[in-house]
């Protein structure tokens, strides 16, 4: 899954209910120790979360994070009742991991190919990603998968949903991993993450995430617009630029990297070294059309320094497989976007999402490719 760290946003990973859990053991499951940990992690942030009211109002907690809590509160109510988001447990509750990210990530893709590799699980469905609550772990299986030949890229995700399956008990909490971003990139967590919760297409990872950066997107712009003081209002605006433009440089990336790959599989292909140093000139020319992007920045802002350490290090390790991770949150964006001007006419507040919802549930029935067709 929404940060101005990285082009990355927290990912729906779904963590398996207990009894699902007993259900695999009872069955031998091969991969029983993954579930494992992704229960006992679950549970372990469950158990380190607090009902916002009571930290709130504990005079021992710090100052700057009793604000940010009620402002998210603010947020939470707003998610309901003008973006018509589900009205439950969820982010009701914070708890503080003691650690930058709640997950880590894997994603991998062959050396030739923008195509991720992917994992199924049982109700989550097949997905092109594997989350890990121990780092460690996460960094030991992208050594074996780079090992087998793959390009492989390991982040932490700053939030994720449970897709309302935990709700009945405590829902998904605020963390620590992301309570203190700029009040606009809050509001984009939240509702990026709630999104999940309204619709979940299995086996699709692109429509799940394009329509929750549709609704991250459009709402956070109607809180700011609404809500928000001047001051948030301007560096919302900051980021939402940066953001744009970068997002406009990898997805001209990927389209390199795609028409490179396709040539390489035509009849008549071009030699494998000559693939391999187009490859590597559209890689070079990625990271110094950055560098032109950052000292513009730089220019605009008055220093050299970007919000949050700007995009160094995912440009710095950009591979294939942060590609093909960036595009399931940016190929089908601008066709929800659409589809929600279309369904918001002669509607206002929460009926205008409640059509929009409706709608994309419609898409969602469809076959994968046919819903596909109808966003593009």
Not at 181 to 189: I, K, N, S, T, V
Not at 212 to 236: L, P, Y
Not at 244 to 250: D, G, H, I, P, V
Request: overall charge neutral; hydrophobic content about 45%; aromatic content about 10%.
């Amino acid at each position: 899954m929404p940060s101005p760290v990285a082009p990355k946003h927290g990912h729906a990973v779904l963590r398996l209910p207990f009894a699902l859990l007993i259900a695999l053991v009872l069955t031998g499951c091969a991969d029983l120790g993954y579930y494992v940990q992704s229960v006992t992690g679950h549970l372990e942030m469950m158990r380190a979360s607090t009902s916002i009211d009571p930290l709130h109002d504990d005079p021992h907690t710090p100052q700057q994070l009793r604000d940010r809590l009620a402002l998210s509160q603010r947020i939470r109510r707003f998610a309901v009742t003008d973006l018509a988001l589900p009205d439950n447990a969820s982010y009701r509750r914070y708890a503080d991991l003691k650690r930058r990210a709640v997950v880590w990530n894997v994603v991998a893709a062959p050396p030739w190919s923008l195509t991720l590799k992917t994992w199924c699980f049982p109700v989550a469905g097949c997905v092109g990603y594997r989350g890990y609550f121990d780092e460690t772990e996460a960094r030991a299986l992208a050594t074996q998968l780079r090992a087998d030949g793959l390009e492989v890229s390991v982040y932490g995700v700053p939030a994720y949903s449970t897709l309302g399956w935990m709700n009945w008990a405590g829902g998904d909490p605020l963390l620590n991993t992301f309570i203190h971003y700029p009040e606009g990139e809050l509001a984009r967590m939240v509702f990026h993450e709630l999104a999940h919760q309204v619709l979940y297409v299995k086996d699709d990872t692109r429509f799940n995430e394009s329509f929750a950066t549709a609704v991250e997107r459009i709402g956070s712009a109607r809180w700011m617009a609404q809500h928000a003081s001047a001051q948030a209002r301007a560096e919302f605006a900051a980021l939402e630029s940066r953001r744009a433009q970068f997002r406009a440089l990898t997805r001209s990336t990927r389209r390199a990297l795609e028409a490179l790959y396709q040539d390489g599989e035509a009849a008549e292909a071009p030699p494998a070294e000559a693939r391999l140093a187009r490859k590597t000139q559209v890689m070079q020319d990625f990271r110094a059309q950055y560098v032109a992007l950052k000292t513009a920045w730089a220019a605009d802002s008055g220093g050299p320094t970007l919000p949050f350490g700007g995009y160094d290090a995912w440009v710095a390790s950009a591979n294939n497989a942060s590609f093909g991770a960036r595009a399931s949150y940016d190929d089908l964006v601008a066709g929800f976007e659409a589809l929600f001007e279309r369904e918001s006419q002669g509607a206002t507040g929460a009926l205008a999402w409640q059509r929009f919802y409706a709608s994309v549930k419609h898409l969602a029935e469809l076959p994968r490719q046919q819903r596909i067709d109808a966003l593009q």
